[in-house]
């Protein structure tokens, strides 16, 4: 394998060390980095509405209201979709067979606009992952029609909705980690449900989360994306 060094490497570090510390990463950093584990996962109630989007699927749930999904036409839309799916079905197979409607994109359009007119008129909850935070409009319209908005999000977005409970990283002072694509987000979501229903199940799909991270390119020199990969790689 031929590869050329951007900086010269001292004779005290090895090749790893030298290419990690070339990206960015302090010295006294790296076998940390390395070594990362579950003690470098944050706390999903980091997150802000985390409780209140966990309730709001519970409720629904419960009642078995029909629920509309929008799936984003890229990798992360994909793998975050198929965790929501994958985490839900364990829990309520019968619910995801006969309650929930997907939404695919014609094109490779992103949240709500080209889809207002096909959500049925029996929606109770629409879940929106990977896309829709700053929908505003929308948001309001569908709250208008008596539908709960479930947003689980990682884009910027310049407010967080009056009209839907978001999930989002960017939007979550508390929340330390930016780097976490909308798979990682649906991933911590389910992490909560977990640990409120006293279930592990999220960690059984943890190859999803890796799949969309690395999809989405995020900057693994944060200690939980580091985790989040490596771990899903090696499930």
Do not use: W
Request: proline content about 3%; aromatic content about 8%; glycine content about 6%.
């Amino acid at each position: 394998m031929k590869y050329e060094l951007i900086a010269e490497k001292p004779a005290n570090r090895t090749l790893i060390e030298q290419v990690l510390i070339n990206r960015g990463l302090k010295p006294e950093d790296i076998n940390h980095y390395l070594s990362a584990n579950e003690k470098d996962l944050i706390d999903p109630l980091k997150l802000d509405n985390m409780e209140r989007g966990a309730r709001m699927y519970i409720k629904h749930i419960a009642a078995d209201n029909p629920m509309t999904m929008i799936v984003d036409p890229d990798v992360d839309g994909m793998t975050s979709a198929a965790l929501f799916i994958n985490y839900t079905y364990k829990l309520f197979p019968a619910y995801v067979q006969n309650k929930i409607t997907y939404l695919c994109h014609s094109g490779k359009q992103h949240g709500l606009n080209d889809m207002m007119d096909e959500i049925p008129e029996d929606t109770k909850i629409m879940v929106l992952i990977d896309s829709s935070s700053n929908d505003y409009e929308y948001h309001k319209e569908l709250a208008d029609r008596g539908i709960d908005v479930l947003v689980v999000d990682h884009h910027e977005a310049d407010k967080v909705s009056e009209y839907a409970c978001v999930i989002n990283n960017q939007l979550s002072q508390g929340y330390s980690n930016k780097n976490i694509s909308g798979v990682g987000v649906i991933y911590k979501f389910c992490c909560y449900l977990d640990k409120k229903l006293g279930l592990y199940n999220a960690h059984d799909l943890e190859d999803l989360v890796s799949s969309g991270l690395i999809a989405d390119m995020m900057d693994v020199r944060s200690f939980e994306t580091r985790y989040l990969v490596s771990n899903g790689l090696n499930r």
